[in-house]
């Protein structure tokens, strides 16, 4: 596969439905996730690559439990137990994924989940928000020469900055940013779309949007505003109590998000100012100059016998002050679209 299949401008938005931890721990379910992905018109399936112990330690202290979020007071390594995808399902995820056509890849938390990743051969990588920040990671995946997709989330410019050079010290080639708000779910007034075109032309990026909100409003706006990825947790349904469910799009959703999107697509087009056909058929409705009573030959032109009126047939409204004051050179009936042949001289 290439490795421009996803960042060419010339491109369709790339939609990436993110599995996470919405399988359950149920291979089944993961692969009917892929399935309903499909269904719903995604072009790519993600999934995240560590486990509890590659990812943080054991430990019950106050530093490893959560605060302030929808997993409050549990421990990192028991959140991370329930969520992680169990790494000998992958391969077996990739060919079921590669069956439909679907590109499938994944989000590595360390190095030795890079180098798993690479023996799979999936042909890209992704950072997580909350890995923008380790270096020697992004230097890892830079190195694979795969094209990379880091979401900024929590970043500040200086630490995307920072994260971009040092990809491309390390001899990455494709990259790019994902605008992010690592709020789950994320509020709307907290998602600053605007950032997304600053992105691209700041960094010299593909720019996208990884979404966590609860709707399909976001992407959308973000597919105006020049999003080329576009990222959304997708689970079968959100009955379905797991970590990621609450703020994840059920398949009905996804697809409506799909089509959305698309329907934006086709809209961006090019600058043109052309008339297109449709628009032609219309045209003929335009205002221009028509005699709005009976006149007589030698009679003078006033406001009360010519109007700028709809269809277009006469002559062109910016005449109508040139007329005021001449002679009609013949006698015209009303509604007869104005020409330069009926006035004298």
Same mark, same amino acid.
């Given at each position: 596969?290439?490795?421009?299949?996803?960042?060419?401008?010339?491109?369709?938005?790339?939609?990436?439905?993110?599995?996470?931890?919405?399988?359950?721990?149920?291979?089944?379910?993961?692969?009917?996730?892929?399935?309903?992905?499909?269904?719903?018109?995604?072009?790519?399936?993600?999934?995240?690559?560590?486990?509890?112990?590659?990812?943080?330690?054991?430990?019950?202290?106050?530093?490893?439990?959560?605060?302030?979020?929808?997993?409050?007071?549990?421990?990192?390594?028991?959140?991370?137990?329930?969520?992680?995808?169990?790494?000998?399902?992958?391969?077996?995820?990739?060919?079921?994924?590669?069956?439909?056509?679907?590109?499938?890849?994944?989000?590595?938390?360390?190095?030795?989940?890079?180098?798993?990743?690479?023996?799979?051969?999936?042909?890209?990588?992704?950072?997580?928000?909350?890995?923008?920040?380790?270096?020697?990671?992004?230097?890892?995946?830079?190195?694979?020469?795969?094209?990379?997709?880091?979401?900024?989330?929590?970043?500040?410019?200086?630490?995307?900055?920072?994260? %971009?050079?040092?990809?491309?010290?390390?001899?990455?080639?494709?990259?790019?940013?994902?605008?992010?708000?690592?709020?789950?779910?994320?509020?709307?007034?907290?998602?600053?779309?605007?950032?997304?075109?600053?992105?691209?032309?700041?960094?010299?990026?593909?720019?996208?949007?990884?979404?966590?909100?609860?709707?399909?409003?976001?992407?959308?706006?973000?597919?105006?505003?020049?999003?080329?990825?576009?990222?959304?947790?997708?689970?079968?349904?959100?009955?379905?109590?797991?970590?990621?469910?609450?703020?994840?799009?059920?398949?009905?959703?996804? &697809?409506?998000? %799909?089509?959305?999107?698309?329907?934006?697509?086709?809209?961006?087009?090019?600058?043109?100012?052309?008339?297109?056909?449709?628009?032609?058929?219309?045209?003929?409705?335009?205002?221009?100059?028509?005699?709005?009573?009976?006149?007589?030959?030698?009679?003078?032109?006033?406001?009360?016998?010519?109007?700028?009126?709809?269809?277009?047939?006469?002559?062109?409204?910016?005449?109508?002050?040139?007329?005021?004051?001449? &002679?009609?050179?013949?006698?015209?009936?009303?509604?007869?679209?104005?020409?330069?042949?009926? %006035?004298?001289?």
């Amino acid at each position: 596969m290439p490795n421009n299949f996803m960042f060419a401008p010339e491109k369709p938005i790339f939609i990436v439905a993110e599995m996470s931890a919405n399988h359950n721990q149920d291979y089944d379910r993961a692969v009917a996730i892929i399935h309903a992905a499909h269904e719903a018109g995604a072009d790519a399936v993600k999934i995240q690559t560590y486990t509890p112990d590659t990812i943080t330690l054991d430990c019950d202290n106050a530093f490893f439990r959560i605060k302030g979020t929808l997993w409050e007071g549990r421990t990192l390594h028991d959140l991370y137990s329930e969520a992680y995808t169990p790494w000998e399902w992958q391969p077996k995820l990739m060919a079921e994924a590669r069956k439909l056509g679907l590109i499938f890849f994944s989000t590595p938390f360390d190095h030795t989940a890079v180098d798993f990743l690479e023996e799979m051969d999936t042909p890209c990588h992704k950072i997580a928000s909350f890995e923008l920040v380790d270096i020697p990671l992004i230097r890892k995946v830079a190195a694979t020469g795969k094209p990379v997709i880091m979401s900024t989330g929590m970043a500040t410019e200086d630490e995307i900055e920072e994260a %971009v050079t040092a990809f491309r010290g390390a001899g990455g080639g494709e990259l790019a940013l994902l605008k992010c708000t690592s709020a789950y779910p994320a509020p709307p007034e907290e998602m600053n779309l605007r950032t997304i075109p600053y992105l691209n032309k700041r960094f010299g990026v593909t720019a996208g949007l990884s979404d966590h909100t609860m709707g399909i409003e976001m992407p959308i706006g973000a597919a105006a505003l020049g999003a080329k990825i576009i990222e959304k947790h997708f689970c079968l349904s959100r009955s379905e109590d797991g970590p990621d469910s609450s703020f994840s799009l059920e398949p009905g959703e996804f &697809r409506a998000m %799909v089509e959305g999107v698309r329907m934006i697509e086709k809209a961006l087009g090019e600058i043109s100012f052309d008339l297109t056909e449709k628009q032609r058929a219309s045209a003929v409705f335009r205002r221009s100059l028509f005699v709005t009573r009976k006149m007589r030959t030698g009679e003078i032109f006033t406001d009360d016998n010519i109007r700028s009126i709809r269809p277009s047939d006469g002559l062109h409204p910016r005449h109508y002050d040139e007329l005021l004051g001449r &002679r009609a050179a013949k006698d015209i009936e009303r509604g007869t679209p104005l020409s330069w042949d009926v %006035v004298d001289g």
